[in-house]
């Protein structure tokens, strides 16, 4: 009886550090979409020119947020998607419904406007698509700042761990976009001033 209660001990234990592991690349995906995401809109608001470097830039940025964005939402067999760290999924679901004003069809939607995007202008070459149409972004913020919480709150039911968990994220996620939008749009705006006068032939 007491062998049996320590296997059980262990497979728990096990299993609670593999989603440990999970969530902590989870947290990364999601910390390195929304600073790509940062990074885009500050391009775009600061940008004044038809500079070709600063436009490539701006749309790196925007796939890499997209792709970033679909390793949590896109395809389950994703190692980082939400559902392998999620555990009251309904819940999760009616609280994004909530925050994002839109309904269960609405985020089914959302999603498949999300990966279509990804699959026709970053992942591969849809030449049928002359024109792939950006949504705001908005939204898809708020599913991943959404997933944020959640991690943090799944974190917290983790018990009896080998290793403890030590969350060491930001504080607050929207305090942390503050912060990060203050400093890219200083980076960035001397990086233009200073490359401004710099011709682009090629």
């Known amino acids: 009886m007491r062998t049996r209660t320590r296997t059980r001990t262990k497979e728990t234990n096990r299993d609670g550090e593999l989603l440990v592991e999970i969530i902590g690349a989870q947290f990364k995906v999601i910390q390195d979409a929304l600073r790509a995401l940062v990074y885009f809109r500050v391009i775009r608001s600061e940008l004044d020119t038809d500079s070709k470097f600063w436009i490539s830039t701006g749309n790196t940025h925007l796939q890499s947020f997209v792709t970033d964005w679909s390793k949590c939402f896109g395809s389950k067999k994703e190692d980082t998607h939400r559902s392998k760290s999620v555990q009251n999924r309904q819940d999760f679901r009616r609280r994004l419904m909530l ?3 839109l309904n269960g069809r609405s985020i089914k939607n959302y999603v498949k406007l999300m990966i279509s995007i990804r699959n026709q202008a970053f ?31 799944e974190l917290q039911t983790l018990n009896n761990l080998t290793t403890p968990v030590m969350y060491k994220g930001p504080g607050c996620i929207d305090m942390w976009l503050s912060n990060l939008e203050e400093e890219a749009r200083q980076v960035i705006s001397s990086a233009m001033e200073a ?6 032939h090629q």
């Open 123 to 153: 992942s591969h070459t849809d030449i049928s698509a002359a024109d792939v149409f950006v949504p705001n972004l908005d939204k898809a913020q708020e599913f991943l700042k959404k997933l944020h919480e959640q991690l943090r709150l």
């Open 195 to 200: 490359s401004a006068d710099v011709s682009e």
């Open 99 to 101: 925050d994002t004003g």
